[in-house]
Every structure is written in C-alpha cells, then in structure tokens.
C-alpha cells in the first residue's frame, strides 16, 4: 500500500482523537466518581439505577412515615399511660369508699377528685398531634370528648398509613373504643364505658352508695384492663414499626450496595488505565511530531 | 535525419519536461486540496523515422496527463458517506434530546412522579393538614411543569428538524446545480482538448459531499459526465448538464414539510427520504421523537385519568365530592397540555377523605399514594416510574447505538479515505524525486543541445 505524508498525518489525528476522547471518558469517570453519568453510557445499568433510585425514594418515603407515625404512636402511648395511671388513683379512691364512708367532707372531696380525674381522663382523651386530635378518629379537627353523655363526639374510623410495599399500619385509636367502649361498634379492648363509670362513681360516692361505689371500683378495673389493652396494642404496633423500619434501613442499605456496585468507579483500576492512556497518547503525540518533521526536502540543497 | 533532429529531440524533451515540472507542480500545490487526485504524465516514445536506414525514434512525446481515480472506490466513499451522514445527524439530534432525560444526572419527571405520590403519603399521615396540602399542590405543579418539558425538548427537536431542512435543501440544490455544471465544463472540455482532471476531482468531491445529505447513486458516462440518481426514490437528480431541484412544501395534516423532488424532465413529486443527513431528520422528524413523544404522552395521560378517577371518589374539607386535579386538551397533546384544574382554587379542595362528612379520614389520599405503586401502564403491566424509566433507558440506548454506528462510520470511512489516498493522494516525497528526475532530464535536454550546437559548429568552421 502506497503511503503518502497526509495518510500519516490522517492516522495521526484519528488515532491522537481517539486517545484524547479515551482520557476525555476517564478524566469524566474520575471527576464524577460514577461509571453511568448519562443514559447511554450504560442503558442496561441506567435502567436498574433508575429503577434502584425509585425504590430508594420509595423507601425514604415509607422511612418518613413510619417516623411520623412513630410519633403519634409515642403521642398516643403516653396519652394511654396518663389514663392508666389516672384509672389506677381513681381506682384506689373507689377502693377506700367501698366500706362506706361518714364522713360528708371526706365523701366531697372524694366527689371533687373523681370529678377532676375524670376531666383528666377527657383530656387525654382530647390529646393533639399538631392540630389533629388523635383520638377522633376520621372527625379530628374537633375535640372529641366532653363531659356529658354521651361524652364522645368523634368517629370510629381508623386510619391506616403505608409503611411498605402493599404494607399498611393502623395510625390512631378511636378514643370511644377506649373511653365510652359500650357504644362502639367495634370493641377490640373491652366493653366498658369509663366516662360513664366515673359519672356514676360520683354519683354514688355523693350518696354514700356502697353498692354503686363497689360497682365504680369495679368498673374502673375494668376500665384500666381496657387501656391496657389499648397499650399493648400501640406497644405492638411500635414493635411493628420498629420492625419495618429496621425492614425498610436494611432494604435500603442492600440497594445501596447494588447501585454502589454499579456506579462506583474503580479509582486504582481507572488511575492504572489513565496512566497507560498517557502513555499511549504521549506516545502517539511523539510519533505524530517526529514523522510529519520527515521530509526529503530536508536533503535536497 | 542529421544535427538538427538531435536538436529538435533536445527541443521537444526541453518541453516536455517543462510540462512534466508543471504536473508536479501541480501535484505539490494542491497536496491539501480535498478531493484531488494526483496527476502523472504518460510518456511516450515519438514515431521513429527510417532516416538512418533503420527505426529510430525522434524523442519523447507527452500521451496524456491523467489523474490517479478508481471509480469502484468513489462508490464505496459515496456509499459510506450516506450511512455516515445518516447516523452522524441521527447521533447530534439524539444528544442534544438526552440531557432533558438524564434523570442519572438530574431530578426530573422520574423524580416529579415520586415526590408528587410522596406529597400524598404525607398527607395520608395528616389529612386535614394545610401544609401537607400544599405541597400535594406544589409537587403537582411542578409535575406538570416537567412534563412541559420533556414534551417541549421533544417538540422542540423535531421543529428544529423541521426547519433545518430549508437550509439543507438549499445546499443540496447547490450541489445539484453545480455537478450538472462541473458536467458541462468537464464535457465541453474533454471534447477539445483531454482530460480536465481538475475538473473531475471538483465534481467528484460534489458529488461525494452531496452523498452525505442524500442517498445517490451515480453512473459515469463515457463521455466524461456523471449522472446522480436519488437513492430512495430513484428520480433524476443530475443528468448531463441538466439538474432537478429537491423543495418543500407544508403538509396541511401534520404542519411540517413534505420534500418534493422536482426531476431531470419530470414534475415534482413527495418523496420519503430514509438515508443521509435528510433520511436522519425526516425519520427523526416523523419517527424516532414522536415516539417518545406519545410514550410521554400516555404517561401524562393515564396519570391525569387515574389520578383524576380517584380524586373523584373522595372528598374535600368542605365535603364535596373531588374535582378533577389535571385537565388536558387533546390525548396527542396531554403533555404538552396538562395542567392544574383550574377549579382547584383552594388546598381545602384537595380529597383526602373516602368520607363526606369526616374531614381527618385518610383513605383517599392513602388510595392516590398507592396509585405510585400500582402497574397501571403499558396495559397493566408496570407502573408510572417503571414506564417512564423504561423510556429513558430507551433513548440512552437510542444514543449508545448511534454513536456506536458514528464510530463505526468513521473507522470505515477513515479506511476508504486512507485507500483512496493511497491511491489519489499527493506524496511530496514522491513529487520531489519526480522533481529532481524531470530537472535532471530537463538538463540532459539541455546539454542535448549544446552538445548539437558544438557539433554544428564544428560541421560549419569545416566549411569555412
């Protein structure tokens, strides 16, 4: 094959292009610490990032919820915990009435604290999250519970929240199912109607009924086993949360393994191929310079 | 036959190679000139004379001054040119589309869609809050305002596609106009007085650059003219000195421009470009964006449906049933179209409640969120960001193909380019040797003469 001075040059520069766009590539790789910077460097692996970072955001997302709901469940444990307690001094009251009592200012000031407890009761039963009551049920803008029969003034509804993939957590506790659980539809914690025991405890203790009183005392146990029963279930949904979230932490470090296997570039592979391409193309650069010099009119006097 | 025959073969070798000087010349002037091929003179012995009492020849004689062509490989570069020119602006136009969905690099649509259900978990998790409306509404907003965007950079490219095609029908009329041109010079030439070397490698080249920007093919006649046909449709676009001229006119359906050819001898007629530069765009144009485009449309589409029906099926702070949250114009068009309900004047219209009357009830706003999730397109088989994911794979794999294709091209061209100067291209090494060969020659020419003149004079101080 004939070689004339411009096939050397036009290989030159078709080879001097091709190890400038080589170091071009790796000096991206480098900068950007990734191997997929745009959809065609790899569209199979673009479309598994892609689909990785939905996942991820997804994941995040259900992160994020599951905090919130973490604390309403917080919120919602430690209006339950102020109901037991208050049920248990309510309870001790009642229980040092049982015998019946002559004394009319021990019987007043019993009135008066079982009257204050139970506004202690409703308040709890008033708890806020932000501007949500958190025992309304689906009516949660407005306080639910009140002094008078029949005391509750929410819905039954319960709210569910998404806390994975075709995974659902129940969010709130309707507060009848708690305080006025008689007249619930549902009664997954009992059947008593706290409210009412303690109107009736009032009653009582301001007749000096022993029966009644008797009656309220036993009522207020009931009632104390409901809201246990309500916290062992915020208990379990804490856990289940817990669980999810340690789900969702763990799927999340898993694709980000996989994305980072994909995406991470080999510095020490990418600093050995970057060394060599220098070479190469200083190579090149020198040949290039010392062959277009060549002439024979360098000889010709 | 005597002195003056010596002095006449000096003569003629004076100029002949004085002219064999001038071809190299020629040949070390235009060393850079694309698309020129190296010239030689072809010598020939003069007729011999019977004189002597024998043969012998009277000098040297120029038989032609022809250029170094191979017409098998013009075809091959004419060919390669076309795929080259095809995949090159099929590659530029795919390029400049893939920033718009380099959702590796930047948040986009991908991105919009999964904060946009992302707003209405939040809001699942406190569905009176005006907060957590708000940002249903922001994330909408900007929801749509990204699908403005691809659908705008997709609209965009094929418009500006549309347009590029003044200019380049322009050019490739030019080229027309002056291959038939080059046709005429090279004949008239030829015809009076040989080869017109220069003017061939001038049309050759035309017609070479016209190859990029369309499908040809050529035929080249005996009389020294070349021919060019339209690859993709076969109509007469040179013939002789005759040229027909490519035009657009606007097509009422679609707005954009149908290309006509007007023939050697013919009338104008649309044709359907599929290779070169033009192929590229026209395909582009009509094919490759529009089919993005749709794919972003559906997505539009089925998203503004779905999220619409389901928004329908709740309630708003006031109780009132949802109102639809997008509205579009036209399903060609959802994209391009898509916007807020304009009715939707307020947060508090946002239906988060499955119920009438319980404003803090969720389901609603729990059912839009889990519309992320749910394979709603491609007939049921994958879901919003599955599709739209598949899209970007889609174009990214479009750009790796073709610029694979251009780096293929290039290799090949660039071997075909170094054949042809293997064969056409100027050494100056090669002209200088010739150089220093005719000088020396010129000056045995010379000395031919003196030599003559001497012996003249010795034949003339004989007579004295």
Known sequence: MRITANTSADNSLFYIQQGR???????????????????SDD??????????????????QYLSNIDKTKIQMQITGTALQGMYDTLKIARDLANSLVNGSTDTQTLNNAVSQFQTLKQQMIDYGNVRNGETYLFAGADSMTAPFSGTAPYYGGDETTLNINIADSSTIKLNIPGNQILTADTAVSQPYGSTNILEAFDNLITAVGANDVAGINAGAQALIAGAKQVNNAQTDIATRQIRLN?????????????????????????AKLGVELTQQQTAFNASLSATAKLTQMSLLDYIS | MGLSTALEIGKTGLTIYRVATEVTGENIANVNTAGYSRQRVVFQTAPPTTANGFPLGTGVQISTVERYYDSFLQKQLVNAETTEGYDTKKFEILKQIEPAFNEIANDGLGTSLINFFGAWEDLSLNPTGTTERQVVFTRARTLVDDFHAASKCLTDAAATQNDSLVPLTAEINARLEDIAKLNGQIRYTEQSSGNANEIRDQRDQLVRELSGKIGITFTENSDGTTDVNFKDSGAALVVGSQFGAFSLTVNAGTGNYDVNITPVGGAAAVVAPVSGEMGAIVTLRDTTIPGYLNQVN????????QVNTQHALGFDLNGDAGEAMFTYTGAPNSAATLTINPALTSTNQIAASGSATLVGDNTNALLLAQLKSTSTMSGGTTTFNGFYTKLVSQIGLDVESSSNAVSQDAAFLKQLEALRESNSGVSLDEELTNLIKYQRSYQASAKLITTASDMLDIVLNMMR
């Not at chain 1, 999810?244 to 763990?250: G, K, P």
């Open chain 1, 21 to 39: 766009a080589k170091l071009d590539k790796l000096a991206e790789l480098i900068a950007s610490g990734q191997n997929v910077n745009r959809p």
């Open chain 1, 43 to 60: 569209p199979i692996s673009t479309n598994m990032i892609l689909g990785i970072a939905d996942k991820l955001k997804t994941g995040d």
């Open chain 1, 243 to 267: 669980s999810m979230e340690q789900m969702n932490s763990n799927n999340r470090n898993t694709l980000l393994t996989v994305v980072g296997d994909i995406q991470t570039v080999d510095y």
């Open chain 2, 298 to 305: 559906s997505l539009a589409t089925t998203i503004a449906t």
